[in-house]
Each structure stands twice: as C-alpha cells, then as structure tokens.
C-alpha cells in the first residue's frame, strides 16, 4: 500500500536508553521532515531532508539524530531519552520546495 | 509575533451554522498556503491548498489577500464531523521545503 508509514506506533522506554523511530514513504518524495508534538505546543520541527544524505537542523533537534541514506527512509533516533521526549512525533513528506506535506499516523513515546 | 497566528479556539457552534477561521502571517515572502485538518492527536491532514485567487470544496472556502498576510477558512452549514483542529500552514519557498504551522483552532459543532 503506497503512502507514508511510521513503527513502532506505541513505544515505552526508560531514560537512557537509545531509541530509533521509523519513517518510510513509497512515493519517493525529495523532502522529509520529523516533527514533535505536545499539549500546548502545537507542531514542533525536529530535523529535516531535502534529499537522500541531506538533512539539516529544524526548531527542537537537541538530543535527535537523523539519517537519509534511502530517500524512502529517514530513521529518528534519541540518543540517551529523556522524559520531556515523551511525546507524538510525526513523520513528513513532500515532492517539492513549496507543496503541501503529507503526515504518516504518528510514533506515541513515552519515557518514564 | 509569530510567524503564523491563528484565532483562538475553541469554537463551539450547532450544527447548520458558518463558522469562520482566520490566520495572519508574518513574511510576505510566503509562497504557498495549505488549511490542514487534524483530529484528535491524529496526523494532520491536508484541507485544502490555498490560491490567491479564492478556492471552494464543497461547503468549504479558501481565501488569501497577499497585502494583508490574511488567510480565511469558512466552513457553512456544519457538520458534527467537522468538529477538529484547523491548521494554518504557510510555506516558504527556498527553505528545504519547510512548512509553518499555526497552534491550530478547534472547532466543536454540537448536535
């Protein structure tokens, strides 16, 4: 099935340890984008890419690394979590500079 | 100021009625205009893409003034599925595709 895809889509981990979020499109669009969102704080940019081995540092990227060695992927990960990660990330892609983006279903994270 | 601001929500309003959101932006630079719609801590999807020259969907309309920074969202005779968070997204062309996202208005319609 063709579209944007996110796993796990519920995780729970413990400070510390080293966490990767999943993000996969079918559509091979150039730009993908990670966002977080909280209560209160609306739609947060983590990191983003415009293409396969292209990424760059969005509003909230402290303490996440990304890659893009496959323009169909662009795995999140948290180094060493921390409870004010816990949060619903959201997983982005567009064809172009300027078209709308689309959303996969979205990773829920919790640290305790 | 932020770069995209929105109304603040909620709006709780019957069934049948028009209810209107409106969104300002800072940079008159801005290129494209997107209305998204996200329920519930679902992912945001896209509404409608807004032109300058006004754009319908249904019982839905789109209006941009460039000179003003102004985006308008109108909805007419509401729906109780219409309840959700709207999202003001504006973009910026040369930016790596980036988009701005309004903290969103939502819409209530009660039976």
């Known amino acids: 099935d063709a579209g944007i895809t996110q796993s796990p889509r519920y995780k729970i981990t413990e400070t510390g340890r080293q966490v990767t979020l999943m993000c996969h499109q079918t559509?091979?669009?150039?730009?993908m984008f990670w966002y977080r969102q909280d209560l209160g704080h609306g739609l947060r940019l983590i990191y983003y890419?415009?293409?396969?081995?292209?990424?760059d540092k969005g509003e909230v990227p402290d303490g996440y690394v990304v890659s893009r060695s496959k323009t169909e992927n662009f795995p999140l990960t948290l180094e060493s979590a921390t409870r004010s990660q816990t949060s619903v990330y959201f997983c982005?892609?567009?064809?172009?500079?300027?078209?709308?983006?689309?959303f996969g279903p979205g990773t829920r994270l919790t640290v305790l | 100021r932020k770069e995209v601001e929105q109304d603040p929500g909620p709006f709780n309003v019957p069934e049948g009625a028009t209810v209107a959101f409106n969104c300002t932006y800072s940079?008159?630079?801005?290129?494209?205009f997107f209305w998204y719609r996200q329920d519930c801590r679902k992912e945001p999807k896209l509404l409608m893409s807004?032109?300058?020259s006004g754009n319908e969907d249904g019982r839905f309309t789109a209006q941009l003034n460039r000179a003003s920074q102004y985006i308008s969202l109108l909805i007419r005779d509401s729906k109780l599925s219409d309840s959700a968070t709207y999202l003001c997204?504006?973009?910026?062309?040369?930016?790596?595709?980036?988009?701005?996202f309004g903290q969103g208005t939502e819409l209530s319609v009660k039976p």
């Open positions: 982005a892609s567009s064809e172009a500079d300027g078209d709308e983006q689309f």
């Open positions: 559509w091979s669009h150039s730009y």
């Open positions: 890419s415009a293409a396969a081995d292209i990424t």
């Open positions: 940079n008159s630079a801005s290129q494209s």
């Open positions: 807004v032109y300058s």
């Open positions: 997204v504006v973009n910026e062309y040369n930016q790596g595709g980036k988009l701005i």
